[in-house]
């Protein structure tokens, strides 16, 4: 994988977590418990949704380096699945450049 390659997947990702965020928001100010999330994979087309509740997506969040997955969705070369939960994976980036721009996308990170 090129590092080309490695800035795509990582974008894709922070992107996909992004949109989580305002889902999460969202929720949050309903007063929902769980919410239909979008799968953070690195296929930039995939559209899968997964419930999750808000209490694991928090849990998720407090590690710039996890993201939630659909089942099956993760790729053994840059990251590895460290929770099964019924209805998604929580994975966590190993390849360190994917690692890092991840963790510097970070919208909870605290600012440099």
Known sequence: MTQT???RIARTEALFREVNERIAESADRFGSEEAAFVCECSDSTCAERIEVPLVDYEDVREDG???LLA???E???V???VRRLPSFNVVRK???TIRHLVERMNPR???A
């Open 109 to 111: 990170a605290e600012p």
């Open 94 to 96: 190993v390849k360190p």
């Open 79 to 81: 990251e590895r699945v």
């Open 71 to 73: 089942k099956g969705h």
């Open 75 to 77: 790729q053994a070369d």
């Open 65 to 67: 380096a996890e993201f």
């Open 5 to 7: 390659e490695d800035t």
